[in-house]
């Protein structure tokens, strides 16, 4: 027997078991392979992205799904090459079913595969007690991988619409801050954006949950500005700004109607923070322009009071 081949084989399993049920089951985020293998993917689109001056939104566009299958299809590989290893840790590993001669390296590939995704056809077999176990053990963790990497597949594809579904929500009510703030004037308050705010704080938390449980929805990319997520939140962002600290007092919103969006914002900038956003060598972005409420005829501060 190769004690090297065993040890190998079983680390690799292991080692993707772990990485799967990391990811699909304990909702801590990515498992330790996810986390390097799905940012190593998108950096590598955006370098092509960005050295084609900004003209392969369609390449991001893919790039969700295409990590998506690739983390799913490198976890199936790594068991299946475990495995491989496993059966290859002794000769009489895998014999012929009629002849009873051992395999060779293809013939246990072959069984290999047929064992974690079938039940087998039966020209090859275990050879021996201590390989029987291990056959039964290689089909139980092939149907058990199959099954929470689809399970894990249909929540991601749900997720992704309602993050969709969150960007235009935020765009129906305007695309920049000032949009957001001159619709929500009646002439006389702002009382109109509450109940939108109260529906877009419950869809923030929700998508905060789902991307912390589910790290490859960040990658999911829109060519449609009405349904990107990215600059529909920062919109509402200033534009939450402004309703709390640029409008004049007398028509402010209560704190309770615009506080609960600020600390849903806040929550999800907390989990993309920790895993996304590169420190360092950024200036803060400037407050957003007042000038053109003014023009409207909306109470705000002037500039000087805002900052």
């Known amino acids: 027997m190769s004690a090297l081949f065993l040890i190998l084989g079983l680390a690799l399993v292991a080692a993707a078991m772990f990485d799967a049920l990391w990811t699909t089951v304990a909702f801590a985020g990515g498992g ?9 993917i998108w950096m590598l689109a955006l370098r ?6 900004g003209r392969c939104h369609a390449l991001l566009k893919a790039m ?6 690739t983390t799913v299809l490198a976890w199936i590989a790594a068991v299946f090459t475990g495995y491989v290893l496993i059966f290859s840790a002794e000769a009489g590993a895998v014999v012929h079913g009629a002849t009873g001669a051992e395999a060779d390296l293809a013939e246990r590939i072959y069984f290999t595969g047929y064992t974690l995704f ?3 056809l039966g020209d090859y077999v275990p050879g021996g007690d201590v390989w029987r176990i291990a056959t039964v053990i290689a089909t139980l963790n092939g149907l058990f991988l199959v099954t929470i990497a689809i399970t894990y597949l249909i929540p991601v594809v749900s997720a992704v619409a309602d993050k969709r579904q969150l960007g235009a929500a935020v765009s129906n009510l305007g695309t920049s801050p000032q949009e957001i703030v001159i619709r ?9 954006i509450s109940d939108h705010l109260v529906q877009l704080t419950q869809m923030i938390d929700l998508h905060a949950q789902r991307h912390f449980a ?3 929805l960040h990658f999911f990319h829109s060519v449609e500005r009405r349904s990107a997520v990215a600059p529909s939140l920062a919109a509402l962002h200033d534009a939450l700004l402004i309703l709390s600290a640029g409008v004049a007092k007398e028509h402010r ?13 806040d929550g999800l900038i907390g989990i993309l923070h920790a895993d996304y956003v590169q420190q360092g060598g950024t200036p803060p972005p400037p407050l957003p322009e007042l000038s053109r409420l003014r023009k409207m005829q909306i109470p705000v501060k002037t500039d000087a009071e805002f900052h």
């Open 32 to 40: 330790p392979m996810t986390r390097r293998l799905a940012p190593g």
């Open 48 to 53: 092509i992205h960005r050295a084609r001056s």
């Open 64 to 69: 969700g799904t295409v990590i998506l299958l």
């Open 118 to 120: 079938t039940l087998g």
């Open 184 to 192: 929500a004037w009646d002439g006389e308050s702002f009382q109109g």
């Open 214 to 216: 589910y790290p490859v």
């Open 253 to 265: 919103l209560p704190a309770i109607a615009v506080e609960p969006t600020q600390r849903a914002l």
